[in-house]
């Protein structure tokens, strides 16, 4: 059976944009012209050698009714909530973090001179987990599964399954590909995603094309570009003279209202209220 291919539905630049305490990066997914790919909320790509823009990391502050999902490529970022959480992340890693029904965290760079390059995601939560209790999976470099292919293409499967391969994050309710995939220059590769699933790739270093079929290769992307995909179970990536890396996304829609202020992702405004007001007593419960 032939390969249902999936086109290009929509093609945004990321935009510059700064977080946290003056941490500059580029935002693709979440911004004014993308506010959201169900179950996708935010997709940020931060990058620098120079100190000044990721010194200030990003303080305590709280979330409710979404995940977080960080995975670095250089540098190291340390990781603390009010529940007594600890961690670091490094490159290669990653931490899916399920804020639940409330965590106060902080991400602080341990980095003080160099790069210091990684993303961050949002995932929604449906309305039965919003108030789950928080958990953590955090995944060392070792433990993503990486597939050399035959034609040089590295894919590292963080969630969900690729060639054979199955990523370490699991329970996610909305079934998650969470895919770091890096082409050769001018080779062209299908890569099978889940029918069905709303699905995006992110393109973080090089230039190429992605969708079309057989026939064609078809829009052209470039590093700080997202590409958002039609259904089908397959898409076509094509990597130019300089190679092309990408963070591909898929997920299951949860087809819920989403109401958002800041750092709380509810289905209500009234949900959203009850967060601000839990934070601002100090009863938010994790």
Known sequence: MLPDYRDVHMLLPAYAMTDGAGVRLKRSLGSAELEYLDPFLMLDEFKSDDSRDYAGGFPDHPHRGFETVTYMLAGEFEHKDHLGNHGVL?????????????????????????????????????????????????IEAEQIPEVLREDGTLVRVIAGRAFGSTGPVNGIAVDPTLLDVRIPAGVTMDLPLPVGHNAFVYAYEGRGAVGGDRKEVGI????????????GDTVRLKAGEQGLKLIVGAGRSLGEPVARLGPFVMNTREEVMRAVDDFNRGTFLG
Not at 221 to 227: D, K, N, R, T
């Open 220 to 231: 052209p992307i470039g590093s700080g570009m997202v590409a958002v995909l039609e259904d």
């Open 90 to 138: 490094k490159p290669g890693s990653v931490q899916w973090m399920t804020a639940g029904r409330g965590i106060v965290h902080s991400e602080m760079p341990l980095t003080t001179s160099g790069l210091v390059w990684g993303f961050q995601m949002w995932v929604n939560l449906p309305q039965t987990d919003k108030m789950c209790l928080p958990r953590y999976q955090d």
